[in-house]
């Protein structure tokens, strides 16, 4: 069914392939709103600086866009990285197509036109979420239930910040209260999401949407000092187990291992990570620059990447697309297709008791030996937290390149 909508989307684009008129974006600032329910509609906002190039924001992040197609009447929008496409036909400086994810048989209607606001605002705040938020999504559904913790900023209607879960965070957030209606969200070509609720000084009740194919309800509470589980308590070796041990290939067929000369005496780091995956994309970002500045030190770092794309050729592209943009050095092999499932991923690293989380890094010593499992990874949009933890893995890391 999914897969026929696919279809449908790309056929309502292309019907206009015979109008013999060429458009092109025109320069300015855009809204543009994915309907991810009957009723609701997600916003994001973007610049057109030339036919050739957008920005796309999200409170302070600022995504460049350069894989932009144009094909009579319609535009064909890549988002970097991700797999992502905004497809589109223009007319009269609006946009109406679809937000399409092939390889996951999502499709989402899209549209966009000129305007700078991301939520209208037609009432003064009632309150002020400043500060941090005890919450659990799904609260009465055990097999759902999760917890979070809220961070967030407010200056008057505008509302920034961001949840932090056990595996990682929801990145850049952006919205508004009115009145008591709390609406927030992102786009960043992964992440398409929307959270709205009803808010006072010290709750928030509502709604999280990620696309049109998945919702559910959280509740939140103000709570200074809510803290989450300590990240690298969360993922941790099986009891007759010291070391990890694993052989996947790079895109040029080779089996990799840890037990290669190129790994022996080092400090290595393991990302167990996917390139459709936006905290794995903080996170390589990251890695990429420390792995530059300290490669010379006796530090070696491999991602293994666990991917949804159906044949290894289009894994391996995706890989090289990642590596490419972000300027990654370090080996990138392929350890799954077809599949992100977490439990296949630990059924392939079974020294570990699971795989919790896309991202999660192994610390491994000069000897082999796993000194620490840390699940997740609190990006840039966490502030302080991701602060705090640039600071404890630097040291940790120069603890291990010491010895």
């Known amino acids: 069914m999914r897969q026929s909508l696919i279809l449908l989307a790309f056929i309502i684009i292309f019907s206009c392939e015979e109008k013999s008129s060429q458009e092109f974006l025109s320069n300015g ?36 866009v350069d894989e932009i197609e144009y094909r009579n009447d319609s535009v064909f929008i890549k988002m970097p990285v991700f797999e992502a496409l905004l497809a589109a036909k223009i007319e009269d400086e609006t946009l109406n197509g679809n937000f399409i994810v092939e390889g996951k048989n999502r499709v989402v209607p899209f549209t966009a036109k000129k305007s700078k606001s991301r939520f209208d605002v037609d009432a003064k705040a009632e309150a002020n979420i400043s500060g941090n938020w005890e919450t659990v999504f799904s ?8 917890v979070a913790k809220g961070i967030f900023k407010q200056d008057g209607n505008v509302v920034t910040g961001t949840f932090r879960t056990e595996t990682g965070d929801y990145r850049f957030l952006e919205g508004v209260i009115t009145g008591n209606d709390l609406k927030l969200s992102a786009f960043d070509g992964a ?24 919702k559910e309800p959280f509740v939140a509470k103000r709570n200074e000092n809510y ?87 289009k894994a391996f592209a995706g890989i090289q697309r ?22 296949k991923a630990q059924e392939k ?13 192994v610390f491994v010593d000069k000897k082999g030996k796993v000194r620490k499992i840390h699940t997740g990874f609190n990006g840039p949009a966490t502030g302080e937290k991701f602060t705090e933890f640039k600071t404890e893995f630097t040291q940790f890391v120069d603890t291990l390149l010491k010895e």
Not at 139 to 146: I, K, M, S, V
Request: proline share 4%; hydrophobic share 35%.
């Open 29 to 64: 600032d855009y809204r543009a709103e994915l309907q991810v329910s009957n009723t609701d509609v997600l916003p994001f906002t973007f610049k057109v600086k030339d036919a050739n190039n957008l920005t796309v924001f999200n409170a302070e992040e600022e995504i460049e």
């Open 139 to 146: 609260p009465e559904t055990a097999a759902d239930r999760y």
């Open 227 to 313: 803290e989450l589980a300590n990240a690298d308590d969360l993922t941790y070796l099986n009891e007759g187990y010291d070391s990890l041990a694993f052989s996947f290939p790079d895109a040029n067929g080779n089996m990799v291992s840890l037990s290669d000369e190129q790994f022996k005496n080092k400090v290595v780091l393991v990302q167990i990570m996917g390139t459709w995956c936006p905290n794995c994309l903080d996170e390589s970002k990251y890695y990429a620059q420390f792995y530059k500045d300290n490669k010379d030190k006796g530090l070696e770092i491999v991602a293994l990447a666990f991917e949804y794309a159906k044949t290894e050729a």
């Open 191 to 214: 992440h398409a999401f929307l959270f709205t609720g009803k808010v006072t000084d010290s709750t928030i009740k509502g709604t999280f949407f990620s696309g049109n194919h998945w």
């Open 349 to 361: 690293l079974p020294m570990l008791n699971h795989v919790l989380s896309y991202p999660t890094t």
């Open 322 to 343: 990642l590596q490419d943009r972000i300027d990654i050095t370090y080996p990138v092999l392929l350890a799954q297709t077809g599949s992100t499932s977490k439990q």
